[in-house]
């Protein structure tokens, strides 16, 4: 226990400092503050500072100076340009071209493929063992209620939780007003049932992630894709322009972290967003999975807490566990539609996990759990950011997510992603192509990576290879042997 404890006063120390030396508070070749005097001036042991500072220069963040201290590591001054905004002629479509996901997700589950394509975080960055033991309390403590139906809107324990949780981030749910779903994309699946029909048209980011446009696909509407910037999000004013041609019947956001971006819009953007489709009667639909894996440590806010009719949907998949299948949507006016819905499409969601995933918000393990995971995922995104700065052609692109744990890539050249994640397949490497981020299939040159992996030699190789294969275009005569073992 004594051990447990001082490990978490070490990381978080470490995350502190970590967040002001990204945050610019340290600058390079600034001294920290010797050991002692960093002890005495938060109270902790000598030991736990020093193990806090080793994190740092584990990180790439300092540089151990001989008897002069602990300084802040110069970075090279390497200036990356965004990706740009691909803007076209905006008009309802249907969503084609995902044929390409299905291999990503059966790639994700192929443990001999280096898994950089879907955004499923590597088991390491879950508390594995802390669900296992949550598991176990919910099947010995609860064995009659596990074994039933938790019918909709589902366990009130963790609908309670989670209304705690909105509060704290300055959004008032009641736990009555919450429905538990089979994770983020039945409730955005519940969601676009609820405010639409068949032909409608409903306004997206673009680019956006592809589940949404499976589900837009699989409802029979029409997308209708809006610019979008890799620092603050949705166009409002290309939005405003395409309300003012299309009859758009909802719109859907991911204002927090966006796949595939990591983006986060502004304040004010926030604002009048809800305000523009608020007054024109449009139910606005928010997807916030990522909100909580913000690197600043400081949870953004929501557009549910600017008006109570955002349709709220969210899960645990990005931040706990994937596997437990547990979601939820704060439906404003829509509730009984949704909660009925839910009730047709597949009863209820699994027992078991809904209680596990209660147990660990009230114990406190999911806090516990998500301040490391805010600073492990930062430290993997700059760890992927900086290897591609040195392997990957020059003109490559990045974005410089402020969350989450994918970034987005526009390649020079004329290279044709689709073909490269191909290729890259055969070599034992998954990419996400840029086209299935759109329902056009546009972003031909674009690619997303995921950061949530364990790095090590078998990532690097497979980075050194993608840039072989970027570099001799779409024809490589041998870009090297496959990626396969360590």
Known sequence: MAEHTVELLYRKLADELAALINNGGFQAGDRLPGVRHQAQLRSLSIATVIAAYRQLEDWGLL?????????????????????????????????????????????????????????????????????????????????????NYEFSPGAVELRRQISRRLADAGCAVHPDNLVITNGCQEALTLALRAVTTPGDVVAIESPTFYGLLQVIESLGLEALEIPTNPRSGMSLEALELALSRWQVKACVVTPNFSNPLGCCMPEENKRKLVGMLKERRIPLIEDDIYGDLSFSHARPSLLKGLDENVILCSSISKTLSPGLRVGWIAAGPYQDKVEYMKYVLNLATTTIPQLAVADLLENGQYERHLRRA???????????????????????????????????????????????????????????????????????????????????NRVERALMTLAGLIQQGNNPAKPGPPIRGD
Not at 70 to 99: E, L, N
Not at 114 to 134: K, N, S
Not at 398 to 411: D, M, S
Request: glycine share 6%; aromatic share 8%; net charge positive.
């Open 63 to 147: 540089e151990v100076r001989n008897r002069s201290g602990f300084y802040v590591k110069s970075k090279p001054a390497t200036v990356v340009q965004p990706p740009r905004i691909v803007v076209t002629t905006m008009r309802p479509a249907p969503v084609t071209g995902q044929d390409m996901v299905l291999q990503l997700i059966k790639a994700a589950n192929n443990p001999a493929i280096v898994q950089l394509g879907a955004a499923v975080p590597a088991p390491e960055f879950l508390p594995t063992r802390a669900i296992e033991q949550a598991l176990t309390r919910a099947a010995r403590n609860q064995r009659v209620r596990t074994s």
């Open 374 to 456: 805010r600073s492990d995922y930062g430290q993997a995104v700059t760890r992927m950011t900086d290897a591609i700065i040195h392997y990957f052609p020059e003109g490559t692109k990045i974005t410089r997510p402020e969350g989450g744990f994918v970034i987005w890539l526009e390649l020079p050249g004329e290279i044709d992603t689709f073909v490269l994640a191909h290729k890259a397949l055969e070599l034992g490497i998954s990419i996400a192509p840029g086209p299935i981020f759109s329902a056009s299939q546009k972003y031909r040159q674009f690619i997303r990576l995921s950061c949530a992996c364990v790095w090590g």
